[in-house]
């Protein structure tokens, strides 16, 4: 079964994005084709867009969805025309909050992502510069100012899952790659002994990691699976070791990854 979901904003669209898809993430049978349209903000776009919905009913033979988080309450009369199955959030969540909390919604474009402070934008952007300054080892003197160190093999996530941390969070993620001399020894690496408390280790299974390994380096010992299991095994007999927390990236995606990470490790998030 195949439907077509369209998220749909007068603004970036993020906000739909993320609800529709946690939505429909729960319904495995069904294959989606998703059409996000952000800045639906005048009423000849509206026009547009309930236009290109109507094709795409005639065209599916079904009705498709819509998740929309559009202000405007003339802009959402006409989407609420179109031939589709509508989610329509501020209506189905503001005016219940409106009515709990005695007080009315100021309906405000962008609010929810726009740069409310500009102390937290720069820790954004400070976070990101840390993350990609000490990406694979390559600044351990600024551990110190670290809130969590990963630590893997080479390929196993590291670098989005500390970028991501810190676009989304404002956290300082550093990451280490533990290569295969330093596995030989079953230590940690000097840089890293001081730091300890602040390491989480990422392990992955040897087959998706050969996989992921082939298409940087094809053919080669690095990339072989005697290797990558190899590399694998002792990664995670380290961890055991050292009693290192860790998580297998194997079946998560990086949301996952990063916001189990951060739950485990107590990191707070400093940005909403």
Partial sequence: MKRTAFFISDGTGITSEALGH??????????????????????????????RIDQTAQKDGIRPLIFDTVVNEDIRKIIAQSNAFQIDV??????????????????????????????????????????????DGARTKQYDNADIILVGVSRCGKTPTCLYMAMQFGIRAANYP?????????????????????????????????????????????ASLDQCDFEVREVERLFKKLNLPSINTTNFSIEEISTRIMAQAGLERRMN
């Fill in 90 to 135: 501020f209506s189905s969540f503001l005016k219940p909050l409106e009515h709990e909390l005695g007080a009315h919604s100021n309906y405000s474009v962008g609010k929810s992502h726009g740069i409310v402070e500009r102390n937290r934008y720069k820790d954004r952007i400070d976070s990101v510069n840390f993350a990609i300054d000490n990406d």
């Fill in 22 to 51: 946690s939505l429909l993430a729960q319904f495995d049978g069904i294959e989606f084709e998703q059409i996000t349209l952000p800045y639906v903000d005048d009423l000849e776009k509206a026009r547009e867009v309930v236009q």
């Fill in 178 to 222: 533990l290569t295969e001399e330093d596995l030989e020894f079953n230590n940690l690496p000097k840089a890293l002994e001081p730091h300890q408390h602040k390491l989480y280790g990422l392990t992955i299974d040897p087959f998706q990691l050969a996989a992921i390994r082939h298409e940087r380096r094809p053919n080669s010992r690095y």
